[in-house]
């Protein structure tokens, strides 16, 4: 059974960082692409990040980019999401979620997810 366990989560004023941690266990994790995604209040999960396999291509939606990075260990079987310059609309759960089909932008191809962390950036 696949298991993904986010941390890292909390609470920062506006421009401050935050890195997220996504620890995996279940199958063999260098084989999996990984993701990143958040859901605020009242609207839909939306994609953040994606990280291939080795960890050679990552892909961000256009709000986070040069300022989130994606990236893995696979030896410690975690991904991470490091988070500079937040901004009070990056306050939202963030989920870590693994792929079967490869790197995928957008949330098709997932197969399974995290509980969740919350991320909450007060100006």
Known sequence: QVQLVESGGGSVQAGGSLRLSCAASGRTFSTYAMGWFRQAPGKEREFVAAISAGGSVRRY????????????????????????????????????????LGLRVGNVGYDYWGQGTQVTVSS
């Open 61 to 100: 939606t256009d709000s986070v980019k040069g300022r989130f990075t994606i990236s893995r260990d696979n030896a410690k079987n975690t991904v991470y999401l490091e988070m500079n310059s937040l901004k009070p609309e990056d306050t939202a759960v963030y989920y870590c979620a693994q792929s079967s």
